[in-house]
């Protein structure tokens, strides 16, 4: 069982930037791919971006390539994604999870935890 807690969101203008940070409980983190979902209102919940155990390998959206960053410590048990250069159309909330593979996966079904849910909201 992995508990995953996101940090607060917030409110930023465009253009501007934001990192989220995710926590997992328990000692296996390591043993886990992660990724980073999000939800627009009226939306699917749809793929940001994953990393894989060691942290070497990574995949995004097609949306926020170039501009968002995942990345993972393991020996804090945290994965974050900086968010650069935003703009309106990411707001969203976001949500972390967690995957018992070594692979990574950009289908959300593929994933076996998630955490609450943190609102970004980009102002125009």
């Known amino acids: 069982q992995v508990q995953l807690v996101e940090s607060e969101g917030g409110l930023v203008q465009a253009g501007g930037s934001l990192r989220l940070s995710c926590a997992a409980s328990?000692?296996?983190?390591?043993?886990?791919?992660m990724g980073w979902f999000r939800q627009a209102p009226g939306k699917e919940r749809e793929f940001v971006a994953t990393?894989?155990?060691?942290?070497?390998?990574?995949y995004y959206a097609d949306s926020v390539k170039g501009r968002f960053t995942i990345s993972r410590d393991n020996a804090k048990n945290t994965v974050y994604l900086q968010m650069n250069s935003l703009k309106p159309e990411d707001t969203a909330v976001y949500y972390c999870?967690?995957?018992?593979?070594?692979?990574?996966?950009?289908?959300?079904?593929?994933?076996?935890?998630w955490g609450q849910g943190t609102q970004v909201t980009v102002s125009s």
């Open positions: 999870a967690a995957r018992n593979a070594i692979a990574t996966s950009l289908n959300r079904v593929e994933y076996d935890y």
């Open positions: 328990g000692r296996t983190f390591s043993r886990y791919a």
């Open positions: 990393i894989n155990l060691s942290g070497v390998t990574t």
